[in-house]
Antibody
């Protein structure tokens, strides 16, 4: 059974940083791209970032490009999202989502339970 | 980026009703279209991918159709467990966008 467990959410200062982690199990981690998708509570879904199975290619939404960095450690079955220069509009639930393919984001066949990030002074 | 527009935003229906949700892309996305179901306080759950392929375990009352820019999610006979919000998502290009969601609530 695929399991994705996010951590690292919490309160961040405007202009500050947070680092999210997603621990994966139940599948061959290195053979799937991984993604982060966020959702402002009560609002819709926004894809944020994706990373290929071997970590060689990364993808970002324009809204976070240059501020967020996605990475993965295939030896530990984890994916991270380093969030810098935080803005109030980054406040959202952040979901880790397993992709259906290896090389680039596609559709997301398993999701974690989410971690809430609040950006406020 | 490709914009995805769902309609309606809210749909009130009764158990047993046939329900149809539409999703329109701002440009052709071929067959790169998925549907997700989300219940309050929970993560989204994949229902359908590649327009019409059901994720294993999804009940056959769910079906998807369409191509190009216009797509449909149909629930043939609405069940109590189906009251939720539904999102479409395109993955045809190197940008991955969702529709704004359709909430299906009890009439």
């Amino acid at each position: 059974e695929v399991q994705l467990l996010e951590s690292g959410g919490g309160l961040g200062q405007p202009g500050g940083s947070l680092r999210l982690a997603c621990a994966a199990s139940g599948f061959t981690f290195r053979t799937y791209a991984m993604n982060w998708v966020r959702q402002v509570p009560g609002k819709g879904l926004e894809w944020v970032s994706g990373i290929s199975g071997y970590g060689t290619t990364t993808y970002y939404a324009d809204s976070v490009k240059g501020r967020f960095t996605i990475s993965r450690d295939n030896s530990r079955n984890t994916v991270h999202l380093q969030m810098n220069s935080l803005r109030a509009e980054d406040t959202a639930i952040y979901y880790c989502a397993k992709d259906s393919l290896m090389n680039f984001p596609h559709y997301f066949d398993s999701w974690g339970q989410g971690t809430l990030v609040t950006v406020s002074s | 980026d490709i914009q995805m527009t769902q309609s309606p935003s809210t749909l009130s229906a009764s158990v047993g009703d046939r329900v149809t949700i539409t999703c329109r892309a701002s440009q052709s996305i071929s067959t790169g279209l998925a549907w997700y179901q989300q219940k309050p306080g929970k993560a989204p759950d994949l229902l359908i991918y590649d327009v019409s392929s059901l994720k294993p375990g999804v009940p056959p009352r769910f079906s998807g159709s369409g191509s190009g820019t216009d797509f449909t999610l149909t629930i043939s006979s609405l069940q109590p467990d189906d009251f939720a919000t539904y999102y479409c998502q395109q993955y045809n290009t190197y940008s991955w966008t969702f529709g704004q969601g359709t909430k299906v609530d009890i009439k």
